[in-house]
């Protein structure tokens, strides 16, 4: 065992308003330079939706993440290091602004000047940069006035995914944000596709940095990246991308966008975890088993051996003890509600998600309980607003019943905290009953 450790992030997305506070503070603080206009370290996406960049999950035509070969062995979708240094003058398989976004604003000339008439006017977007009504009919988060229709949304890779399971009427149409910032990852395919050896993965927290110095612009990351976190500063001719605030971190402040989430979402702390098996970890042939792998190699930090491994390893005390109280492996491998994002991309993320439960609506008994209360709670989670088969090709992919799970567990906690905060009596049975 060769226990490192790394700072990571759980989001709770039942909680994410889609506010997006936290990108605008992200921005004002890390990228609101020259040559940077287009990026944001942190975004927030609608769901059902494209995502930003646009259609990123599409790996068919971005080439990121890494792939096993014939022969089992991890292999970089995008090339790695060496070939990369071979052929840095191929173009790298990068989004356009098009698939970022051209920045736009309105033509407000139309409501204030427009005649009299039977319909209201419409302000309807024009390029910043040509002036000209938009060409395209997509930009970041405009999915939110489709309303999360799956008829109106047919972009989505994800969706495209489960279409065959997951069809709606309109009435059954679903909507929640996916609050998105660097993965931070263990087998990061960002920093093994760069020809220049210009990313890197500090040893002591696990934070994956660009080095500004040393980055010759061959944007080859851009196209490994699976998550397209990294960015191309065009007025540097570098590579950007979230730092996971580490300046802050590394005087005990929490990162911009956990600080200032309106919703309280994101727990941020130190994991430890076994360096010596994330490659055999990633490499598991069965998709499904890669959530199990992924738990696996973050260690439990009051394990009396890991603490000692730790100390051999060198890790501070205090590091170890920031560990031991950070929520993070709890709500990963304790009570086992926080999945990582397509872990199927196989760079071990360290950002991790609680999906969201959504409102449990559907289920009323003759009592007037609704589908929260306790005795309503096991069918309640069969009649679930979100498909369980959308949320397992975002978090197990595709692998419904570890979703399931997850979820049964939070229900089973809304309504157990429920009881106690109506002073009803407990039913003891529900927390047994999910584990
Ligand atoms: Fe690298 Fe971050 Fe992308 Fe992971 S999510 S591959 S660490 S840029
Ligand atoms: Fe969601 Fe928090 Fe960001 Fe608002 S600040 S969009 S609640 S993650």
Known sequence: MRVMAQMAMVMNLDKCIGCHTCSVTCKQTWTNRSGMEYVWFNNVETRPGQGYPRTYEDQERWQGGWKLNKRG???LKAGNRLKNLMTIFSSPKMPSIQDYYEPWTYDYETLTNAPLQEHTPVAR?????????????WSANWDDDLAGSTELAPSDPVLQKVSDKVKLEFEQTFMFYLPRICEHCLNPSCAASCPSGAIYKRSEDGIVLVDQDTCRGWRKCVTGCPYKKIYFNHRTGKAEKCTFCFPRIEVGLPTVCAETCVGRL??????LYDADAVLEAASVEDEHELLDAQRGVLLDPNDPEVVREAERAGIPRDWIEAAQRSPIWSLINRYEVALPLHPEYRTMPMVWYIPPLSP??????DTGEDGEDSGNLFAAIEHLRIPV???AELFTAGDTAPVTAVLKRLAAMRSYMRDINLGRETDESIPAAVG
């Open 125 to 137: 977007p024009k390029s910043l940069i040509s002036g000209e009504e938009m060409s395209i009919s």
């Open 389 to 391: 088969e959308y949320l």
């Open 360 to 365: 449990v609506v559907d289920v009323v008994s």
């Open 266 to 271: 994101r727990y941020i702390g130190l994991v």
């Open 73 to 75: 062995r991890l292999t």
